[in-house]
């Protein structure tokens, strides 16, 4: 495939920086849920 | 009290204010002044600068508007006039419009003055027929300034920490503004086109002013109130 | 509202059934987009292989106006509804940041794309210029959402920003518009699939904005609950701070005390 550098790249790029701030936002909202009681979570 | 009356006590209020602690002509004048000149030095060419010349001139219009945003709302956060207007129950919509028309009447000013520098600086010559056009748009670009400054001036401007946050906001809807007065004027004086094409231009920074006078009005009052 | 500080038995974090299987089902998509986007689908006849750029490029761009939407929906019901819930705030702020997430990947990608098929990595065309707009707009939200003040008080002013942003976007849409039509630039191409796309490639075009939408999902719920949590204890860190305050005023001579 011609060009395989720029359009792995751009894929890299994307899923990237998805993967990061999915990872970012799960870390922090098990720091966060540990901490608060299950009654005070509308999803439990 | 009525609301003209109300805005028009806020005006006079913040034009003495101004004239007391002369944010606009001591700080805000020389500093526009030094941006004409630095562009001619930045552009370095005579052809250049003068072809660009009205944009010049709003460019510096625009980036004076912030520092004048900023040092006049400060003025005001150091002696809680706005929670103090906001606690006496004023219409805010009142205020918003007293606030803006004042900031508007210092930005015409400046603008006049800065276009006699882009006379004497980039060479630049006014057109007969263009002149309407010119006028108009002058007037319609510093209505959509002023409101905007003062929208997101009230919410951005005067506390320490916040100063950063009015470029940005502002940013992306003065832009616009830019792009048209910038074409109108270009038309107006004759430097790329004829007058005639540039009345979509003034039409475009028209909306603007209409749109954000009407959001002004309403989104001023739960914009400040923090 | 207690206040607790030990980790608590339960759910240790955002997540429940709805979302385990939605986060599969997105995998699994993402998986079968890898596999067309760049395997089966063919090259293009005009843009050759850059086209496979476009099956990540346009759904970001798509799901990022469609975030800024939600935000402005979800203002809107904050706003003007009696009870002025606090979970449309959530909503607001956590699609926000997901748009603002995939406007970065629409410019990057789009600017990948350029350089590919017209030489540029940057084009003032009113697409681009506009999307970039659209970028500080939603970057200057964030930040008015971080000004401070009871949350309320944020929910209130980042309502009322959000609202107006909506009303800039035909605006500043129109406005680049007008400018570019100075500058007519002869390109056949433009990011967003005017090139004609039938077969496999509208297919991969397809799965591509199934999957944001499912991305998309998938991290505003997750992102929302994060935000009530860290509303959840800083109220309770502020019961904390009033029960501490009531009992030193309660002790004679002890700090000061409120008369």
Redesign the interface.
Known sequence: ????G??????A???A??AA??WR??I???R???????D????? | MRRRTVAWAVAVKDLRVERRARVATLQVLPFAAIVMVLFAFALDSTAVVERVAPGLVWLATLFSMLVLVQRQFAVEAADGALDALRVAGVDPAAVFWGKAIALALQLAVLEVLLLGAAVVLYRTELRLDGVVLLVTTWVAATVALATVGT?YGG?AAGTTG?ET?LP??V???V??VL??AT?AVEAALGTVGTPGDGW??FG?VA??AV?FGA?GTL?FG??I?? | ??V??A??P???????RATRTLGLVTLVG?AWL?AF??GFSP?DRDQ???V??LY??VP?AWLAYLAFVVTAVASGLY?FRKQHSL?WDHLAGASAE?GV?FM??TL??GS??G??TWGEFWQWDARLTTTA??F??Y??YL??RR???DHH?RA??S???A??AV??IP??H???R??RS?HQEATVLSPDGDVKMDGLMLFSLIVGVIVFTL?YA??VI??Q??L???D??DD?GLDAAIVERRREAEQPGVGSVAR
């Not at chain 1, 720029?6 to 894929?11: C, E, L």
């Not at chain 3, 339960?10 to 429940?16: A, I, L, P, Q």
């Open positions: 495939m011609e060009d395989a720029f359009i792995i790249g751009s894929y790029v994307t899923f920086a998805i701030y999915a936002v799960r922090r909202g098990r966060l849920a540990r901490r608060v009681p299950d005070a979570k509308p999803w439990v | 929208l919410l916040r946050l940005l906001l940013f992306p809807v832009a616009p792009i048209g074409r979509p231009w475009l909306v603007f749109a959001g989104a739960p914009l109130d923090s | 509202m207690q607790r500080s980790p608590q339960g759910t240790r974090d955002t997540g429940s993402i890898l986007g760049l090259a050759r292989e850059s496979r750029i990540v490029h970001s706003l979970g997901v997430l970065a990947i990057v990608s990948l794309w350089r590919l707009f659209l500080v707009t970057v200057g930040a008015v000004l401070g003040g008080q209130r002013r309502a009322v920003v609202l107006l009303l800039e605006l500043v129109w406005s680049v007008m400018w100075l991305l998938w991290m997750h992102r609950r994060t009530t949590l860290e959840v204890l309770e």
